[in-house]
């Protein structure tokens, strides 16, 4: 039986692929292992009746495994590896939260209205540590080969980007190349460019909470 996954459509466009990072998360893991898939794009401002059954808390991403409809991308990603094995995306344990605290970091710097809060310096601060990690390891985070670490950041790495150059005219500084070299490789993936958002979907995805 062919998976089937619901994920964020388009704010305004409810036949393509939003701007949901977690929902891309899943997606790419489901691509990466070569699964075939059912996708269901869910207006997230209009959600049908259907999926509110089959996810009370109307989140995305759902997947449904054996008649069964499981919700958050963590344990999503946890039970596409127990029930798919091969290829494997397991990341060693060592490695598993390097630059887990990017996307924190980037949405409260996008967020900040206040050019001294210090916002911008953590975040560069995260940059700057897995720009380090990946000159020690790298190309990937656990080295020559993308694991499911890599998937959960890449969607997070990419609305970064979009998001901090249109709000605030920001960019990954240049003296982070290895940064910018991981990005590049993550973003040119079938996988990622099969899945992902277009710009101007993620931008209308963060106006309202920039302008909040
Ligand atoms: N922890 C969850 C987070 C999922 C999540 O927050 N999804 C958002 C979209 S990106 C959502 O469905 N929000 C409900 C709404 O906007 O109504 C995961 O990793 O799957």
Known sequence: MALEICVKAAVGAPDVIGDCPFSQRALLTLEEKKLSYKLHLINLSDKPQWFLEISPEGKVPVVKFDDKW???????????????????????????????????????????????????????????????HLKAHGPFIAGEKITAVDLSLAPKLYHLEIALGHFKKWKVPENLPHVHKYMELLFSRESFQKTKAAKEHVILGWEPKVNA
């Open 70 to 132: 499981v919700p958050d991308s963590d344990v999503i990603v946890g039970t596409l590896e127990e029930k798919y094995p091969e290829p494997s995306l397991v990341t060693p344990p060592e490695y598993a939260s390097v630059g887990s605290k990017i996307f924190p970091s980037f949405v409260k710097f996008l967020k900040s209205k206040d050019a001294n809060d210090g916002s911008e310096q953590a975040l560069l601060g995260e940059l700057e540590a897995l720009e380090e």
